[in-house]
């Protein structure tokens, strides 16, 4: 017998768990790190978002992606009477894209742009863009996630020279 209802409390969810021999099972969705210097840069990254550094702006820097634009059925369809069928050898590599999102927590702003490829030839160019944005005295503190062409000679270099 099922039974629904329009609320429910938790000491009820409980007992019809029990009643039903359901287990709650707790499951972990993230890792945690072993390096050595992950709990300095959280509490650093922790320090950062809880006040502005004099003479800074906090930046976080996502990327977004694969992005796999398709083609979609539906007015065709009312026009003609037909729907036109994709080959199964239909190949979408052409269509695929990344987005590259910067949210500015001073101006409470959120700026994004798309690449076909994500990787640090693209990443460099939508940082340049970032610095652009900005008066060359302010420092931007750019928190970002771990991949590995954010660590690139190349990135590191420019984010050293352009007070990133």
């Known amino acids: 017998m099922l039974e ?3 609320s429910i409390s938790l000491e009820w969810l409980w007992q019809l768990l029990r009643r039903r021999k359901i287990r709650w099972r707790h499951t972990k969705t993230w890792e945690e790190s072993n390096a050595l210097q992950f709990w300095p840069q959280y509490r650093h990254i922790r320090r950062l978002y809880g006040k502005r550094p004099k003479g800074g702006r906090r930046i976080r820097v996502d990327e977004f992606g694969p992005l796999n634009l398709q083609a979609r059925h539906g007015k065709h369809y009312a026009r003609t009477g037909h729907v036109d069928r994709l080959r199964a050898t239909y190949n979408r590599k052409g269509d695929v894209r990344y987005m590259f999102g910067a949210y500015d927590m001073e101006r409470d702003a959120l700026v994004v742009t798309f690449a ?8 460099l160019p939508f940082l340049k863009w970032q610095r652009r944005q900005y008066r060359n005295n302010e420092v931007l503190h750019v ?3 771990t991949a590995g062409y954010h660590l690139k000679t190349e990135v590191l270099a420019y984010a050293v020279c352009h007070k990133i």
Not at 116 to 123: A, E, G, S
């Open 143 to 145: 928190v970002l996630d």
């Open 116 to 123: 076909r490829d994500k990787n640090w030839m693209t990443f």
């Open 4 to 6: 629904s209802v329009s």
